[in-house]
């Protein structure tokens, strides 16, 4: 059949909250999605210098009318919703709740897009035992992202990546993901809706509208396709401990790695001198 997700970051520089998400459904229905959402931005997108005619939420987000157009369409075709979302905060003070006897860490600059990007696959093919009836398990799912300089990263460290995971999860893989841009791909359009959507309801800390689909403005009497699923992953400063602890351990030569309690900071105990410098991005 052919199964494709199209994937979109968001995040206000001046906020919290880190999402990463967006749409999946099937390429026979992403055609017809195409057609359809392609007739709406003749009347309603956005033009470049170029002429052409696109949808981006944020430039349209002064008129809620004409996104629920848009909306329209994905209620017809996306068979799922997903997303996984974070605050930079609760990675930062995990990072400082590792702690090594003797030593000061050190952990290089987070990459929240490879961070979220590594959340969102490794949940959502963990969890594919729960979508069976939607999408198959002997069927694979290509993931398709957005063109930004942090998915270079991605190119890097996938072979890492996959070898990485188990031989069951590999077979769950289409391949390594695409970048494509927003202005040309029109699903990626759709991811950037949705994608948007779950980081102002973040930012506005009402998360329950998320699996609700409880927009502003919007018509909530448009026809949607039976079942809508809507995945939500988040993840707190202590789910990310076990993984912190666990990259930690691989890093430190054979060093004895605690996990600082909350409220206890690494500058509050005894330090010496030598330094245990540790990667994220790269380290599966």
């Known amino acids: 059949m052919g199964w494709h997700a199209y994937i979109d970051e968001s995040y206000s520089p001046d906020k919290d909250a880190y999402?990463?998400?967006g749409c999946i459904s099937t390429t026979e229905e992403w055609a017809s999605f195409s057609t359809e959402w392609q007739s709406y931005l003749s009347r309603f997108g956005r033009?470049?210098?170029?002429?052409?005619?696109?949808?981006?939420?944020?430039?349209?987000?002064?008129?809620?009318?004409?996104v629920g157009f848009f909306y329209s369409v994905m209620?017809?075709?996306?068979?799922?919703?997903?997303?996984?979302?974070?605050?930079?905060s609760d990675f930062e003070r995990a990072m400082r709740r590792i702690y090594i006897p003797g030593k000061i860490v050190e952990w290089d600059r987070p990459n929240?897009?490879?961070?979220?990007?590594?959340?969102?696959?490794?949940?959502?093919?963990?969890?594919?035992?729960?979508?069976?009836?939607?999408?198959?398990?002997?069927?694979?799912?290509?993931?398709?992202?957005?063109?930004?300089?942090s998915g270079k990263v991605v190119d890097k460290l996938w072979p890492e990546y996959m070898q990485n995971r188990s031989?069951?999860?590999?077979?769950?893989?289409?391949?390594?993901?695409?970048?494509e841009?927003?202005?040309?791909?029109?699903?990626?359009?759709?991811?950037?809706?949705?994608?948007w959507w779950v980081r102002k309801w973040c930012d506005l800390n009402q998360t329950h509208r998320i699996t609700a689909h409880d927009f502003?403005?919007?018509?909530?009497?448009?026809?949607?396709?039976?079942?809508?699923?809507?995945?939500?992953?988040?993840?707190?400063?202590?789910?990310?401990?076990?993984?912190?602890?666990?990259?930690?351990?691989s890093q430190s030569g054979g060093s004895h790695v605690m996990v600082l309690p909350r409220g206890v900071a690494e500058f509050?105990?005894?330090?010496?001198?030598?330094?245990?410098?540790?990667?994220?991005?790269?380290?599966?």
């Open 112 to 149: 929240y897009y490879w961070i979220a990007f590594r959340c969102l696959l490794d949940k959502f093919h963990l969890e594919r035992e729960k979508l069976a009836d939607l999408i198959p398990l002997d069927e694979t799912v290509q993931f398709h992202m957005d063109q930004i300089s």
């Open 19 to 21: 999402v990463i998400g």
């Open 181 to 195: 841009s927003d202005k040309n791909s029109l699903p990626l359009q759709a991811a950037d809706l949705w994608v």
């Open 216 to 249: 502003d403005g919007f018509t909530k009497s448009a026809k949607r396709r039976t079942p809508r699923v809507t995945v939500d992953i988040s993840f707190s400063e202590d789910e990310f401990l076990p993984t912190m602890e666990r990259w930690a351990k």
């Open 268 to 284: 509050d105990l005894p330090q010496f001198s030598s330094h245990s410098h540790f990667t994220i991005a790269g380290y599966p």
């Open 75 to 88: 209620q017809l075709y996306v068979a799922l919703y997903i997303s996984v979302r974070f605050n930079k």
């Open 47 to 66: 033009v470049d210098e170029s002429g052409l005619r696109y949808f981006h939420m944020q430039e349209m987000a002064y008129n809620l009318e004409e």
């Open 167 to 179: 031989d069951m999860m590999r077979e769950r893989y289409a391949g390594i993901p695409t970048f």
